[in-house]
């Protein structure tokens, strides 16, 4: 299991085929989840996104959400990378990698921790809205 927090940019399909090559691990499903930055926020155009975090607890929080994930379905491996810092319209936030063996396995692990990400782990955003900043104080709800 690999957990980072970075302020760089990166290409997510890249990162999860070197992390996939690095597998010494059986597996017969890989589901990935990449979250990239919108230009629009409830009906707003948005320049870019300032995300913060709080440094240890925001790890914390996603290794246990990472492991809950593993308790409930037969999970091989899986990677979670997010991004913080200012980030602009169709630059990754986040991808989601887990393998298992089989796919209905990954793809609910899958669902799962993106869904816990986004209302348990402590990130906070601020999006730039022309001239104005604008906190946003909750994410968009699943449809499912």
Same mark, same amino acid.
């Given at each position: ?24 691990? =059986? ?33 914390? =929080? ?65 999006? =730039? ?16």
């Amino acid at each position: 299991m690999k957990i980072v927090i970075q302020n760089e940019p990166f290409e997510p399909y890249l990162t999860i085929s070197k992390y996939q090559k690095s597998l010494d691990k =059986q597996y017969g499903g890989a589901v990935t989840f990449v979250g990239t930055m919108r230009d629009f926020n409830e009906g707003e155009a948005v320049n870019s996104l300032f995300l913060e975090h709080y440094p240890g607890m925001t790890e914390k =929080q996603i290794q246990q959400i990472c492991e809950q994930a593993k308790e409930k379905w037969k999970v091989v491996d899986l990677i979670v990378i997010h991004r913080i810092g200012l980030i602009h319209p169709e630059e990754t936030i986040v991808v989601i990698g887990v393998w298992s063996e089989h796919r209905s396995d990954a793809f609910n692990a899958c669902r799962f921790i993106i869904n816990e990400l986004k209302t348990r782990a402590p990130f906070w955003k601020c999006e =730039q809205i022309g001239d104005k900043k604008k906190w946003i104080s909750k994410n968009t709800a699943d449809s499912s």
